[in-house]
T-cell receptor
Framework: GAVVSQHPSRVICKSGTSVKIECRSLDFQATTMFWYRQFPKQSLMLMATSNEGSKATYEQGVEKDKFLINHASLTLSTLTVTSAHPEDSSFYIC?????????????FGPGTRLTVL | SQQGEEDPQALSIQEGENATMNCSYKTSINNLQWYRQNSGRGLVHLILIRSNEREKHSGRLRVTLDTSKKSSSLLITASRAADTASYFCATNGGYNKLIFGAGTRLAVHP
């Protein structure tokens, strides 16, 4: 149980286009989902916390107008990278916390590798 | 911002040897967690230790926590080639988010 999926697993896009990444909790409901970015050989950096039915909370230095997050249901959060540039190329990982539970346990998706040409 | 540091950054050992990784953090925490990441993949939760615990075991894993020194260690005993991965500690300060350390890249050679 507690499986999180991400789609797509990898995407290549042209500079200036927008890319949407989906994060789904497959067998549980998630009140809170988290979005991380990971550059090669580096750690995960939290970008934002996504709460179902409310606005996302962004970490310092993360542009909310560039990284649009929507958490429309208890099983789906989306991250849209708008007007993507080569420096946005990275590995994006989401995680989900069980509704009604604490965030002690987060379940991570397999990640999405974004390459912007 | 990143919570803390891990050392070593990279560790290379032979199968059967033990691997020890250390993690330091800066602020108070509710719990500390260790994760594993195979190259280019998602994270796998290994073990969680709460701030009132000092040591925890899970199979070949042993985790210690010293809140006075704000540090933790992960010991993998009798390592296997399949243990080759990056290992990250993450702290939960009670603000509903995990802050990850820099990670240790472990290579276990047959």
């Amino acid at each position: 149980g507690a499986v999180v999926s991400q789609h797509p697993s990898r995407v290549i896009c042209k500079s200036g286009t927008s890319v949407k990444i989906e994060c789904r909790s497959l067998d549980f409901q998630a009140t809170t989902m988290f979005w991380y970015r990971q550059f090669p050989k580096q750690s995960l950096m939290l970008m934002a916390t996504s709460n179902e039915g409310s606005k996302a909370t962004y970490e310092q230095g993360v542009e909310k107008d560039k990284f649009l997050i929507n958490h429309a249901s208890l099983t789906l959060s989306t991250l849209t990278v708008t007007s993507a540039h080569p420096e946005d190329s990275s590995f994006y990982i989401c995680s989900a916390a069980l509704a009604g539970g604490s965030t002690d346990t987060q379940y991570f998706g397999p990640g999405t590798r974004l390459t912007v040409l | 911002s990143q919570q803390g540091e891990e050392d070593p950054q990279a560790l290379s050992i032979q199968e059967g040897e033990n691997a020890t990784m250390n993690c330091s953090y800066k602020t108070s925490i509710n719990n500390l967690q260790w994760y594993r990441q195979n190259s280019g993949r998602g994270l796998v939760h290994l073990i969680l230790i709460r701030s009132n615990e000092r040591e925890k075991h899970s199979g070949r894993l042993r985790v210690t926590l010293d809140t006075s020194k704000k540090s933790s260690s992960l010991l993998i005993t009798a390592s296997r080639a399949a243990d080759t991965a990056s290992y990250f500690c993450a702290t939960n300060g009670g603000y509903n988010k995990l802050i990850f350390g820099a990670g240790t890249r472990l290579a276990v050679h047959p």
